[in-house]
């Protein structure tokens, strides 16, 4: 077998995403190609469907991934989501609440944002009450903001959107698989992610579920879904039987997105997500040794991602060449308003492991004391 | 190794795609991941750019992938090149030519439609005459149409187009890497494709490119690119230093389409037209022998995808099912208005050669026999 040569370096990927992937997964990745309609693809695109229901936590039957990575998916929701001059309410914690701001204008939505510090979470009475002031068809957040490394808590969020009449989307981008979204218990109407984070599997795919109040607003649009790409309405047709043709599925990634699930299945979702939990409390507690100080307060931290500090009179990015050149660790920058001021280490899915952890901070310890 | 157990069998894929892929380009594909800002993946971004020109056979710089399929690529074209009431004239041959025209009308074209039979080609001089009569911006085609096996003289028509003062968009979907799209040579301004027909890549990407006047057209819009993920000032932002976040790209496969157009650099692209062609001869002297006829006169016919005519008295369903289950071949129905009166075989890249030929016709003489 020729390798691949111009990667023959390993890398231990602990920024925001990619994340490693399972040798599984790879393997998975790499069996030869059927046909995007063969009866046996078929049948993987159906246990893809059940296995995402697995780890949404949902009974939704429209939930399968989009064909493109999760800023795809982030589209697909807005596009089938928002009609011109629709009234929009995006809550803005970070960089991703911003995109999410960007997209619902340009498909033709009147939005207005809420704001909170990076770093920082909502409280619910918050969002009831500028959704009282200013009421809002849709109200849109991002549960773990890659950028922020804060878990917003969607549960009281999703009564108070709901109290007020609107339909609540959530970005799941950097929790599913690593952190509990719920889509069903926290009645939520739509939801997207990718697979590149806590699933584990190759970059490129959207995991997405619509609940039946989004499906309805689907049915019911005045108009067409303006992306052709994105469209719902022609994506389940697709997905499910009978079946029609719409695009050829990007099936190589299929079979990694299943395996990913798989293997999700068998650790148990419940187990994983304690897992994300139990290893990121040790690399925070060994961060706070090393006295390097967390961005986000410990009740509001995501397991998935930490945002670390830069202490004065460090250059953060000759931290993170030199664990890149000497360690082969990537470690993330900051990002928007962030922009030097954090490191972002992510503990993802098959990268969220105590060799891992003992790894990122032995090696932190040598270089920033070095730095 | 555990092999993914779905799929432990093989299949020849020579429907209208996907193809099988080179073991090379699946290697690539299941290489361990980088990050998608690493300094070494940020080499190899740019060594698809260049190898992305080499098989366009452009100077276009703004040459890049498109992290869908070829459907994200037809979209993309249209998002970047449509303003609401720009009117645009589809050629219309068949089933992607009435897409093009669906895509256009969602972004808000002014679309009208010069058509021909399903299986014929356009003359230069009905083009000329319809923007004569009614004047365009942008003018849509589909060079090799996947649902009937036609290749459209693109060079006479890409000068009536720019004689009419147009932009000529062309479809390379099914001819990219296996029938000669020469963008610079025919003066083409936009142009898509995909990976999984004759680059012989997993299906996922679009290969894509923008020439000087199309550039123009997206630099001077009065409004913005409706489509976020689609916007290619923010994709060759993304592409190029300074390398600016736009979303996370789809690294393996990106390791898998660097690989294939590699194998194509090594064969050289001419090698690499004349064997889909003298394959395709071989394919179709072999069925002339066996009595089945061919859809699209000889002068018309397209190398890497042939339709067939289902003979009387056959059952066309019946005959794909037993080549796919006692030979493992997979062929295509017809598509559109060709259903039921066509199989679409196709020779498309790594699996355009001399034994899958051999193996095609022996094949398909003993079960249309025994049908």
């Known amino acids: 077998m020729i390798a691949y040569p111009e990667l023959h370096l390993t890398r231990y990927l602990h920024g925001p995403g990619p994340s490693d992937c399972d040798p599984r997964v790879l393997q998975a990745l790499a069996n030869p190609a059927v046909g995007h309609l063969d009866p046996d693809f078929l049948k993987i695109m159906a246990d893809v469907q059940r296995l995402l229901r697995l780890v949404w936590q949902t009974e939704n039957e429209l939930t399968l991934p989009i064909s493109g990575t999760g800023t795809a998916g982030m589209e697909t929701a807005i596009a089938n989501l928002v009609e011109p001059r629709d009234p929009v309410l995006v809550c803005v914690a970070g960089y991703f609440g911003e995109r999410l701001v960007e997209m619902a204008t340009r498909y033709g939505g009147d939005v207005a944002r809420l704001d909170c510090g990076w770093g920082e979470v909502f409280d619910a009475s918050q969002v009831a009450d500028e959704l009282h002031r200013r009421p809002a068809k849709l109200v849109a957040i991002v549960q773990a903001e890659t950028s922020t490394g804060a878990l917003q808590p969607i549960a ?57 109040r989004a499906v309805e607003k689907l049915r019911n649009r005045k108009e067409k879904v303006r992306s052709f790409y994105l469209d719902l309405n022609l994506l389940q ?131 920033t004391v070095t730095a």
């Open 156 to 212: 009281e969020i999703s009564k108070a959107v709901h109290e007020a009449g609107a339909l609540l989307l959530v970005d799941a981008v950097t929790s599913l698989g690593g952190v509990s979204v719920g889509v069903d218990d926290n009645d939520i109407d739509a939801a997207y992610s990718c697979t590149q984070k806590c699933l584990s599997a190759p970059s490129g795919l959207s995991p997405f579920t619509f609940g039946p």
């Open 237 to 367: 047709q697709y997905w499910e039987v009978p079946h029609v043709y719409h695009h050829t599925a990007p099936i190589n990634m299929i079979f990694a997105l299943h395996e990913a699930l798989r293997l999700i299945e068998q650790e148990s979702l419940a187990a994983r997500i304690t897992r994300h939990l139990t290893n990121a409390e040790r690399l925070w507690e060994g961060l706070g040794e090393l006295g390097l100080a967390m961005h986000v307060p410990l009740e509001h931290r995501l397991p998935s991602l930490t945002t670390v500090r830069v202490p004065e009179g460090i250059d953060e990015g000759a931290v993170r060449k030199r664990l890149l050149q000497d360690y082969k660790i990537e470690i993330g920058a900051g990002l928007g308003a962030l922009k030097g001021k954090v490191w972002r280490v992510g503990l993802m899915g098959y990268a969220s492991a105590p060799d891992r952890v003992s790894m990122l901070l032995d090696a932190l310890k040598h270089v």
